[in-house]
Structures are given as C-alpha cells and as structure tokens.
T-cell receptor, first 116, second 114 residues
C-alpha cells in the first residue's frame, strides 16, 4: 500500500530533551515536507526537501532540523524542544514531475507532540 | 509572495443542499491550487488539484472547484451535501516551478445538519 509512515503517533517529552520524529514513504516521491498544525492557524510548513540532500526552510523552521540522506526518509529533529513546539505534526510526500510542479501531497497520519 | 484566504471559518448546511467553501489566493507565479479535507482525528486527504489544465477541476466524493484567475479565487463546491462531508477543508497554494513552498489556508469547518 502506498503510504507515508510517521512514528511515533503520540509523544510526551520534557523541555530540552532531544527527539526525532521519523517519516518514511514508499512511493519513490522526490518531494517531502513537514508541517505543524495548530488550532486556528491551519498547517504551517516547517521544512521541505526537493530531493536527496536538498532541503529548504518553510515558514516556521526555528527550533527544528531535518535531513534527507535517503529518498524515502525525512526525519524531523528537535534538538532542544520547548513547550511552544507542542503541536500536531504531519509529514507529506509528493511526486515532483518536470518543472518543479507540485502534484499534491500524500500525508502521514500525524504525530501529536506534547512538550512539558 | 503567496497567501491564501479562506473566507469562512465555519459553514453550516443541511444534508442534500449545495456546499460552497470560498478561497482566494495570491501568488507571484503561476500557482498550483489544491483542496484537502481532514476528518476529525485523521490525516489530510487530497480532494482535488489545479495545475494549469482545465479550469474546472473535479475531485473525489462529488466535489469540484473552479480556478478563476481574474478573481484570484478557487472556490470548492458540491451539489448535494452528505453527512459524511462534515470535516475541515483546507485551500492550499503552491507556486509552480518555484520549489515546494506551500501555503495552507486557515481552514473551513463544514457542518452538515440532518
């Protein structure tokens, strides 16, 4: 089944303790992206990647890191989590096609992160 | 610069009546436009997309949207609402050929009354 898999689904952690949320897709998609969803704000893009070793900042990159060493994986790293990073996080991937067009994302099921 | 405005935070309709969810966008380049749906406690699902082909786009579950460049709008419609359509809907813009920076609207919550 074609899918984007995120782990964990739920995570409660303490301020300052480094964590990684994994994301993997099995569709050979070039593009991957991380979003956070907060009430009343919709989804905001954290980072995106157009291919292996190519990443760029979205609208809210502060406090996050990403890497794209393999095409299928795009982990999100919080080096020193803070309470304002409590949110629902989504990973997404997409076929890129020619010209850098976005053909629409397939989303993972989400990771609900609570930082206390 | 890109931006998306969903004109209604909440829309309430009766089952069997038409649905209209409004979206205006701003984009410096030729945009790709999307509608996604999110059911409670679920991930997001792509409803439909506009990527420079026909301006009237048909999606899943009977939804469609029309790209109107002169009005910078991409409104989502459905002729007859079903109870299962109750969800949150997001309008999204992405600049074609401009990488993968995408902007989501704040969302419109659709309520369907029996």
């Amino acid at each position: 089944e074609a899918q984007v898999t995120q782990n964990p689904r739920y995570l409660i952690t303490v301020t300052g303790k480094k964590l990684t949320v994994t994301c993997s897709q099995n569709m050979n998609h070039e593009y991957m992206s991380w979003y956070r969803q907060d009430p009343g704000l919709g989804l905001r893009q954290i980072y995106y990647s157009m291919n292996v070793e190519v990443t760029d900042k979205g609208d809210v990159p502060e406090g996050y890191k990403v890497s794209r060493k393999e095409k299928r994986n795009f982990p999100l790293i919080l080096e020193s989590p803070s309470p304002n990073q409590t949110s629902l996080y989504f990973c997404a991937s997409s076929f890129g096609g020619q010209g850098g067009n976005n053909y629409g994302y397939t989303f993972g099921s989400g990771t609900r992160l609570t930082v206390v | 610069a890109q931006s998306v405005t969903q004109l209604d935070s909440h829309v309430s309709v009766s089952e069997g009546t038409p649905v209209l969810l409004r979206c205006n966008y701003s984009s410096s380049y030729s945009p790709s436009l999307f509608w996604y749906v999110q059911h409670p406690n679920k991930g997001l699902q792509l409803l439909l997309k506009y990527t420079s082909a026909a301006t009237l786009v048909k999606g899943i579950n009977g939804f469609e949207a029309e790209f109107k460049k002169s009005e910078t709008s991409f409104h989502l419609t459905k002729p007859s609402a079903h109870m299962s359509d109750a969800a949150e809907y997001f309008c999204v813009v992405s600049d074609r050929g401009g990488g993968f920076k995408t902007i989501f609207g704040a969302g419109t919550r659709l309520f369907v009354k029996a």
